[in-house]
């Protein structure tokens, strides 16, 4: 196992202001079908990143198969990386609520949302940090539902012993096929697996082509439900809602797109995911998982123009 490394990446987009590069995005991807068979790659695709959230759908499936009742929303809430809205904060409470929990059986840390507006609002109301605004709230809900359901243990539900989180690792195990992973711990405190993009590709390709009831059941949630994976008008809710596509980020520049078998995995090197979304969309139409146009539209619509004064000056451009 090695990481990636700047000698195994390619370009992923660069911007130029007024015609002269000012900065340049550089990582690795794969567009991959279910089968591990590769579409086409640029960089290191057998090097070992963290996956970071894109981990949440294989943790939401386990929760699943460990008899969490979970649907709709609180389906999708299980794997989001949410905003920190209040429409999903009031989601997560009535979760805890209904397993007659609360806020402060969460184990993930406190944080502020990740919407910007979302942490303005909190701050004017004078709110601090909380547990419930942590992205991964939704996540660790679900994760207390399952050890409800199963009259686990409340208290050590993030410790890798625990018989969710070694339901998880087999999930994560059988969807991506990994053979060795790197044991690690997420930001939210939730164990984390250092795997290949080439593993990863093939385990969000095989979430999505329909041959595992669970993993229909959290696909068909999260169309139904994009806004609350992400938040409304941000990229992955605009992406899902645009190309009926599974799309999710990782913290440091991972991010997953996949619909019907076929997913697309990127890593960028800076840990930006400025470059991202555009080079997913653009990879997903070069492959005719979704129209070219689609994909102009959602890049114009999410990537910001380079801006001189009233003027734009420049432009984010896909390199891959």
């Avoid at 209040?86 to 397993?99: G, N, P, S, V």
């Avoid at 507006?117 to 547990?131: H, M, S, T, V």
């Avoid at 686990?152 to 969710?164: A, C, G, I, K, R």
Wanted: charged residues 20%; aromatic residues 4%.
């Amino acid at each position: 196992m090695h990481p990636l490394s700047v000698e195994g990446c390619v370009e992923l987009a660069s911007l130029d202001r007024n015609g002269l590069v000012e900065s340049r995005h550089i990582g690795a991807f794969v567009v991959i079908g279910r089968d591990g068979s590769v579409l086409e790659s640029g960089g290191d695709i057998d090097a070992t990143i963290f996956p970071r959230s894109t981990l949440k759908p294989f943790q939401a499936i386990a929760a699943l198969r460990a008899g969490a009742q979970l649907e709709g929303v609180e389906l999708v809430l299980a794997t989001a990386s949410h905003c920190g809205s209040h429409r999903h904060t009031d989601a997560i409470e009535a979760m805890l609520a209904h397993d007659h929990l609360g806020v402060d059986d969460l184990g993930c840390p406190t944080d502020w949302p990740l919407g910007y507006n979302d942490k303005a609002d909190r701050i004017a109301a004078g709110e601090g940090p909380q547990r419930v605004t942590m992205n991964c709230s939704g996540k660790h809900a679900a994760f207390l539902r399952a050890c409800v359901a199963n009259d686990w243990d409340t208290q050590t539900y993030l410790q890798p012993e625990h018989p969710l989180q070694v339901l998880i690792r087999a999930v994560v195990e059988e969807f991506t096929g990994a053979k060795e992973m790197w044991p690690a711990v997420d930001g939210c405190g939730a164990p984390l697996y250092g795997m290949s993009l080439r593993d990863l590709g093939t385990g969000i390709a095989r979430a999505t082509d329909g041959h595992d009831s669970d993993a229909e059941r959290l696909v068909n949630a999260i169309r139904a439900n994009a806004w609350a994976l992400d938040g409304p008008g941000r990229d992955n809710t605009r992406v899902i809602e645009s190309t009926d596509a599974i799309a999710k980020i990782g913290a440091e520049g991972v991010l997953i797109i996949a619909r019907e078998g076929i997913a697309v995995a990127i890593k960028c090197l800076d840990g930006s995911q400025r470059a991202n979304t555009a080079a997913a969309v653009t990879l997903f139409a070069r492959h005719g998982v979704i129209d070219r146009s689609v994909a102009e539209d959602l890049i114009d619509e999410l990537v910001s123009p380079i801006n001189g004064g009233d003027a734009v000056v420049g432009r984010l451009t896909v390199s891959v």
